[in-house]
């Protein structure tokens, strides 16, 4: 069973600029999630996919959008980066029919906007 | 509101002291699950237990154990005979029947020293 995987590892970015990071869900997943973690602090819910269609929205802008696939893959795209959007970006996959809300967390992406 | 209090920042202990990390919530909702992860300095979340709101028992596993009271809305984790490989940051999570997202505590920072 392959776990969840995230690319690239590190990115560094200049403000203005966009950026896209990828996750693969874990095998038998339907449903991923992700959340925005800045040092020091606990990861925040930016969103979650399930089917293709964005199914919740945490507190982000809209220059902060994702897409999922047919493969259940997903990838977030952020617009315009600010300095603050620094952080690590970590994707959740989960099978929504399970019925325990159990997430598997990927590695992460850590982004350095300068 | 749904909300996660980890109101410990840092804790230092000696190795084969007992730690605890205590971590209190608030939902609305009868239905919910509580997470603890693990994230060591690679940065991935590693998941320790799920609890589910209908099932109080506390649980024991090797040297970690739970304590889940809803009376309290608390859901404490104790380390028995700390190791230097217990050094990290640890998440308390909360997860709302229905919908898989979750809301992370701020972190408790646990340093083990030999």
């Known amino acids: 069973e392959t776990g969840v995987t995230q690319s690239p590892t590190h990115l560094i970015k200049t403000r203005g600029q966009q950026v896209t990071l990828r996750c693969s869900s874990q095998?038998?997943?339907?449903?991923v999630s992700w959340y925005q973690q800045a040092l020091g602090q606990g990861p925040q819910f930016i969103f979650q996919?399930?089917?293709?269609?964005?199914?919740g929205r945490g507190n982000f802008p809209p220059r902060f959008s994702g897409l999922q696939f047919p493969n259940y893959s997903s990838e977030l795209n952020v617009n315009a980066l600010e300095l603050d959007d620094s952080a690590l970006y970590l994707c959740?996959?989960?099978?929504?029919?399970?019925?325990?809300?159990?997430?598997?967390f990927g590695p992460g992406t850590r982004l350095t906007v300068l | 509101a749904q909300k996660v209090t980890q109101a410990q920042t840092e804790i230092s202990v000696v190795e084969k002291e007992d730690v605890t990390l205590d971590c209190v919530y608030e939902?609305?909702?009868?239905?919910?699950?509580l997470f603890w992860y693990k994230q060591p300095p690679s940065g991935e979340l590693v998941f320790l237990i799920r609890r589910n709101s209908f099932d109080e028992q506390n649980e024991i596993s090797g040297r970690y154990s739970w304590n889940f009271q809803k009376s309290t809305s608390s859901f404490n984790f104790t380390i028995t005979a700390s190791q230097v490989v217990d050094s990290a940051v640890y998440f308390c999570?909360?997860?709302?029947?229905?919908?898989?997202?979750?809301?992370f505590g701020s972190g408790t920072r646990l340093s083990v020293k030999p």
């Open positions: 959740a996959s989960s099978n929504r029919l399970a019925g325990h809300n159990e997430q598997f």
């Open positions: 999570a909360l997860s709302e029947g229905g919908y898989s997202t979750f809301i």
């Open positions: 996919y399930y089917r293709e269609e964005e199914n």
């Open positions: 939902t609305r909702d009868t239905t919910y699950y």
């Open positions: 095998s038998g997943h339907n449903t």
